[in-house]
């Protein structure tokens, strides 16, 4: 017998871990943290929380259990465990292999803690059935038995406030003691009902094996059926747990309390002087009423399989053909990593880029965050008082602890506005970024880092999680190697890291996660998603055979994807996650003007063209972005060629100069350079005044932020300067959603477009699986 919740204590568990060091490192990887020190030095309070509880548990009562029969030889009768502990159970009797069966706890345990408003209460006295008859009786629907643990030891659960006030009703009904517990959740009621429901949809994509040895289950109190076992585990959720029953079945069978072994932390034992009790106030099940259950049970097993063996044979669901069903249904849960879901906090592995200007909006990331899914906030081209106020509104908008990023974009001219950046997201506790358009590691990001690392015993983990969005595997080397030592020195020369710091930045990699950018909006090296994923797999590999005691590192994928067609290809390819941008640039939350809205509503794949960056195009650096019904790009590139023929605005022949100040500008360049002048640091005008060339630069890029600017705004008279970043993703997607609700962009949202790519791509796999394997 293996307890449940509420048999945790510090320091459990510490042999075990010893012993079977691979299985404790397993466990680290799976869950994200040591489990070995969370059960040495908590706090108790943590380790008394659901989400971490459940985990800890399954894993100290399992490897308890590896020991028991290591020490004893002994193969055990029937199996059972309380509540979560089932889950034990399972893994002792060869149903679950020791990975799935925690990674089904900790989603258990997560989903559980998620439930608020809830309480539960212990009552003594009564037995279950009279608790159970006042309940009817006085009309009461929010509180509901939850364990019969033993006679007359039943745990009740239900809206907080109404077990609260229950006491009164319980006491004068004839319980001897009724004690609130320390929960916050409605446990194994109806109450949990969104809770079972998506875990439901989380263990599809888990195997269950035939039992080795009978477990006793939960729900039912009696052995599990194979077949059904997966069944029951997600009706126990909202099932009472019928652990009495389970223990008087037992001794119907012929167990008695000298025949029981409790198998848990170190400590008072929990469940077996449960076992005792009940002997002594019901005894078991009347064996002729037990019997007569199994019988009827038998022959109605025998009646279905008359029924199967005559019955025609069916198709399997969904297109799926016979041989494609043996490799397991593709879900929208199994798609990508479940290891970089629970890494990040995410119910899918979705993410939404960042979009520079609160294009990815404060709207956007809100409702991501709400969904499970990653959003990250367009901090790019914004001041710092303004990215401060998003983290702000985006925090008060989400639940507590739901995930969300913000941009870090390089800035290779002005290092400056990354130490900004650096400094609001240290004092505001972010921790997740999405670094982009970087050619090396800088020392504001290692920073950020650096500010996050702490050790855990023999380990380095990182708090401050960083995903790079790259689109060059020596890049990525970069990302998924050590800090380069030129740049740790420097942060201790200027004294930003301390000597620890500086340390413990040599023993980790620079990034948790590795965005491949593929062609995509915006900056864009035009690369390939089937050249550039296996490469960075590769360095993935390596990265993590080089940091052992990290923890996974992750490989998602972006550029070009806005149909199921493109998100399997990747998926298939083997990302982790993918990430989509062009596609949420038009929907209804998204931080541009209407006016682009429409322009982008109506695009194909065709519509796009390559133009050079404003802010480097002198070194050809060159982004994706809308040709149809602008001349940006055409302009754009004009200006480039400009500024490559003259060594200044003078240099360029009147009638041109004329053409460009009152087509592109609508005034003159001495008018844009005075406004340069009010905005630009003293020391740039003057080097602008002393340098024709760089005078020009500053000019021709004022055109670039005047075109952002103007699109942002929705300034039509300005509509064929348009600078609207984009790819053939959302033209992909047009085609797809065509002749649909999601056709207007008004009825486009980030979340609701991610979660039906998801399933759309998940879907679309199974039948391609199923044609391959025919």
């Known amino acids: 017998m293996f307890p449940g919740q509420g048999a945790q204590r510090l320091g459990m568990g510490q042999d075990e871990f010893v012993r079977l060091p691979e299985l404790a490192q397993q466990a680290d990887d799976i869950l994200g943290y040591s489990i070995a020190a969370l059960c040495a030095g908590g706090p108790i309070e943590k380790l008394s929380q659901t989400e971490y509880t459940q985990p800890a548990l399954y894993v100290v009562n399992a490897l308890r259990y590896l020991r028991h029969v290591e020490e004893t030889g002994e193969t055990p009768d029937y199996l059972l465990g309380h509540s979560v502990s089932e889950y034990v159970a399972l893994f002792a009797a060869g149903v679950l292999d020791f990975a799935s069966g925690l990674n089904l706890v ?32 006085e009309g009461i629907t929010d509180i509901h038995a939850a364990n019969f643990n033993m006679p007359k030891q039943i745990v009740v659960s239900g809206r907080r406030q109404a077990v609260a006030e229950a006491e009164e009703l319980f006491l004068k009904a004839g319980a001897s003691h009724y004690k609130v517990l320390p929960v916050s959740g409605a446990f194994h009621t109806p109450i949990m009902e969104e809770a079972r429901a998506q875990f439901a949809e989380f263990i599809k994509s888990f195997m269950f094996a035939c039992q080795q040895v009978p477990v006793i289950s939960n729900v039912t109190a009696r052995p599990h059926v194979d077949g059904e076992i997966s069944a029951r585990m997600i009706e126990q959720i909202t099932a009472p747990v019928r652990w009495s029953e389970s223990l008087r079945y037992l001794m119907a ?79 929208m849960e199994n798609l990508g990593s479940r290891a970089f879901c629970e890494a990040f906090g995410l119910r899918y592995p979705y993410v939404s880029g960042s979009m520079y200007q609160g294009i990815a909006s404060i709207g956007i990331v809100i409702r991501m965050a709400k969904a499970g899914l990653l959003g990250f906030f367009g901090a790019a081209g914004l001041s710092i008082p303004e990215i401060r106020s998003a983290i ?46 970087f050619m ?34 020596d890049v990525a080397a970069q990302f998924f190697g050590p800090v380069p030592e030129a740049v740790v020195e420097k942060l201790l020369k200027d004294r930003s890291v301390t000597a620890e710091e500086a340390d413990l930045l040599r023993q980790v990699p620079m990034a948790d996660a590795i965005c491949v950018e593929a062609d995509s909006g915006g900056h864009t090296d035009q690369g390939m998603p089937f050249a550039l994923i296996p490469p960075i797999l590769k360095l993935r590999d390596q990265a993590e055979a ?53 322009m982008l509503e109506g695009i194909n794949v065709y519509d796009t063209a390559y133009a050079p960056s404003g802010e480097m195009f002198e070194f050809g650096s060159k982004i994706q972005v809308l040709k149809k019904g602008v001349f940006f790009p055409a302009r754009a590139e004009k200006l480039v060629s400009f500024y490559r023929q003259h060594e200044g605005l003078e240099a360029i022949e009147r009638k041109q100069r004329k053409q ?10 001495d008018e844009v350079f005075a406004e340069i002048a009010r905005v630009f640091p003293p020391a740039e005008i003057e080097r602008a005044e002393r340098m024709p060339k760089h005078r020009m630069a500053l000019v021709f890029k004022r055109y670039y932020r005047d075109t952002t600017d103007w699109a942002l705004r929705g300034e039509t008279a300005h509509k064929v300067d348009f600078q609207i970043h984009c790819g053939p993703a959302l033209g992909a997607f047009n085609q797809w ?38």
């Open 392 to 437: 702000h509104e985006i925090r008060a908008q989400i639940p507590a602890g739901a995930a969300f990023g913000v941009n870090f974009i390089a800035h290779l001219n002005r290092p400056h506005l990354e130490d900004e950046l650096t400094d609001l997201l240290l004092e505001e506790g972010v921790d997740i970024v999405e670094a982009s358009a």
């Open 106 to 137: 900790a989603k258990r345990g997560a989903l559980m803690a998620e439930a608020r408003e809830g309480g539960m209460a212990a009552v003594l006295g009564l037995e279950g059935a009279a608790i159970e008859d006042l309940l009817r009786n």
């Open 253 to 331: 069978k012929g167990v008695t309390f000298a025949d029981t072994v409790e198998i848990g932390p170190d400590g008072p034992p929990v469940v077996r002087p449960m076992f005792k009790r009940t002997e002594l106030e019901a005894g078991p099940l009347d064996a002729a009423a037990l019997a007569a259950e199994e019988e009827a049970a038998a022959a109605r097993e025998d009646t279905e399989a008359d029924h199967l063996a005559e019955a025609p044979k069916e198709n399997p669901p969904d297109g799926l053909n016979e041989a494609s069903v043996g490799f397991g249904r593709v879900t």
């Open 737 to 774: 959603v065509a002749g649909t609700e999601l056709q207007s962009w008004r009825n486009r949202h980030a979340d609701t477009i991610g979660l039906k790519l998801l399933e759309e791509t998940a879907d679309l796999l199974n039948g391609r699986l199923s044609a391959l394997v025919r």
């Open 660 to 669: 460009i100040e009152e087509r592109y500008f609508g005034r003159s360049f």
């Open 440 to 473: 090396e590691v800088t020392p504001a990001l290692v920073r950020y880092r650096a500010k996050s690392l702490e050790r855990q015993g023999e380990k380095v983990r990182a708090k401050n999680r960083v995903i790079a969005k790259v689109s060059r595997p």
């Open 546 to 598: 080089r940091f052992p005691g990290f923890g996974p590192l992750f490989v998602g994928a972006a550029g070009g994807i806005g149909t199921p067609e493109a998100a399997a290809a990747v998926f298939v390819l083997g990302a982790d996650f993918i990430v989509t941008g062009s596609i949420n640039q038009c929907t209804a939350e998204a931080g541009t003007s209407d006016a682009v809205k429409d």
